[in-house]
């Protein structure tokens, strides 16, 4: 009796967890969301982030407000939005940032069964931007000029260990050349630091440096595309120059572990609709990154494998840290 008198209440328990989920759900949402975002405003992870919000606010009937905390290479930001109630309220603009972090420090604060995975949102590669100060104007040129200046020229990272430093320490490797790391918090002051010529590299999201190498404030030697950018088909891929060397960045939308199915069924439902408008696409595109979106379950799969990926870098140049 006893036993069956512990699988009722189980039961019972179970139908109301259910049921106040699938209310929850229903109700959802029935005050504005926070979308936080681990770098500056006016940054190639702001700019698509705001956009993405405009549109999932007028799609849900509530305010999704953009909130910047640009600190640690994201860490700030997604450990605001973990600490916070899993209610589908607090949304991160997550990068693949939050998946290196996990390999960087040993201990992040976090771990990636903590995040939920909605949606990718956007796909991009890496251009080398280089100050028009260094007299280069290829990548082969530059090698010679970093050759023949060894540990004289600077390059520019978001943080310690962030993504930036690790393609920068496989192309010195690759290049056999010896650089010196500047970190910055953000890419709006790299990329305005750059202009001015007091950094000399920096391995940066296309869509940061597009209006500023149109207008001839700095130089691209080469993308980490596979093949040339149809908004760049007059700068090489690294693969062009005769590197074998692809790298790819991600941006898309989480929440924290344990939030309703449901919602995060809405939010991707939405999401998805939103990534697939001509007007997002021509936004992303023009920039040269790509309009992507996926399946919560897709998306997780591409945060592991940036996991997997990022692992044996991290060991070979010695990136892991304490926070």
Same mark, same amino acid.
């Given at each position: 009796?006893?036993?069956?008198?512990?699988?009722?209440?189980? !039961?019972?328990f179970?139908?109301?967890?259910?049921?106040?989920?699938?209310?929850?759900?229903?109700t959802?949402p029935?005050?504005?969301?926070?979308l936080?975002v681990?770098?500056?405003a006016?940054?190639?992870?702001d700019i698509?982030?705001?956009?993405i919000?405009?549109k999932?606010?007028?799609a849900?009937?509530?305010?999704?407000?953009?909130?910047?905390?640009?600190?640690?290479g994201?860490?700030?930001?997604t450990?605001?939005?973990?600490?916070?109630?899993?209610?589908?309220?607090t !949304?991160?603009?997550?990068?693949?940032f939050?998946?290196t972090?996990?390999?960087?420090?040993?201990d992040?604060?976090y771990t990636?069964?903590d995040?939920?995975?909605?949606?990718?949102?956007?796909?991009?590669?890496?251009?080398l931007?280089?100050?028009n100060a260094?007299?280069?104007n290829?990548?082969?040129?530059?090698?010679?000029?970093?050759?023949?200046?060894p540990?004289?020229?600077?390059?520019a990272?978001?943080?310690?260990?962030?993504?930036?430093?690790?393609?920068?320490?496989?192309?010195?490797?690759?290049a056999?050349?010896?650089?010196n790391?500047?970190?910055?918090?953000?890419g709006?002051?790299?990329v305005?630091?750059l202009?001015?010529?007091?950094?000399?590299l920096?391995?940066?999201?296309? !869509?940061?440096?597009m209006?500023?190498?149109?207008a001839?404030? !700095?130089?691209?030697?080469?993308t980490?595309?596979?093949?040339?950018?149809?908004?760049?088909p007059?700068v090489?891929?690294?693969?062009?120059?005769?590197f074998?060397?692809v790298?790819?960045?991600?941006?898309g939308v989480?929440?924290?572990?344990?939030?309703?199915e449901?919602?995060?069924?809405t939010?991707n439902?939405?999401?998805?609709?939103?990534v697939?408008?001509p007007?997002?696409?021509?936004?992303?595109?023009?920039?040269?990154?790509?309009a992507?979106?996926?399946?919560?379950?897709?998306?997780g799969?591409?945060?592991?494998?940036?996991?997997d990926?990022?692992?044996?870098a991290?060991?070979?140049?010695?990136?892991?840290?304490d926070r």
């Amino acid at each position: 009796m006893l036993l069956r008198s512990t699988r009722c209440v189980a !039961l019972v328990f179970a139908g109301l967890l259910y049921a106040s989920t699938a209310i929850a759900a229903d109700t959802y949402p029935n005050h504005p969301i926070r979308l936080a975002v681990g770098f500056g405003a006016g940054g190639p992870t702001d700019i698509p982030a705001r956009f993405i919000a405009e549109k999932l606010g007028a799609a849900l009937g509530q305010p999704v407000v953009v909130e910047n905390k640009p600190a640690a290479g994201g860490i700030v930001a997604t450990r605001d939005v973990l600490a916070q109630p899993r209610d589908g309220y607090t !949304l991160l603009l997550c990068t693949h940032f939050d998946a290196t972090n996990t390999a960087v420090y040993r201990d992040a604060g976090y771990t990636l069964s903590d995040i939920a995975p909605v949606s990718l949102i956007a796909k991009y590669y890496y251009g080398l931007a280089l100050a028009n100060a260094i007299p280069a104007n290829d990548f082969k040129s530059f090698v010679a000029y970093a050759k023949a200046h060894p540990g004289e020229v600077t390059y520019a990272t978001v943080g310690a260990a962030s993504a930036q430093e690790i393609m920068a320490r496989e192309l010195e490797k690759l290049a056999g050349v010896t650089m010196n790391r500047i970190p910055f918090r953000g890419g709006l002051q790299i990329v305005q630091e750059l202009v001015a010529g007091r950094v000399d590299l920096y391995p940066s999201p296309t !869509l940061a440096i597009m209006p500023q190498y149109r207008a001839g404030h !700095l130089k691209i030697l080469a993308t980490t595309s596979p093949e040339r950018l149809s908004n760049l088909p007059e700068v090489p891929t690294l693969k062009d120059v005769g590197f074998d060397f692809v790298r790819f960045g991600w941006l898309g939308v989480c929440a924290g572990a344990g939030t309703a199915e449901p919602i995060i069924a809405t939010l991707n439902r939405h999401i998805v609709a939103i990534v697939g408008s001509p007007a997002y696409r021509s936004l992303i595109e023009t920039a040269g990154q790509i309009a992507v979106s996926s399946s919560p379950r897709d998306f997780g799969a591409v945060m592991q494998k940036t996991l997997d990926d990022v692992v044996p870098a991290v060991k070979e140049f010695g990136l892991q840290q304490d926070r």
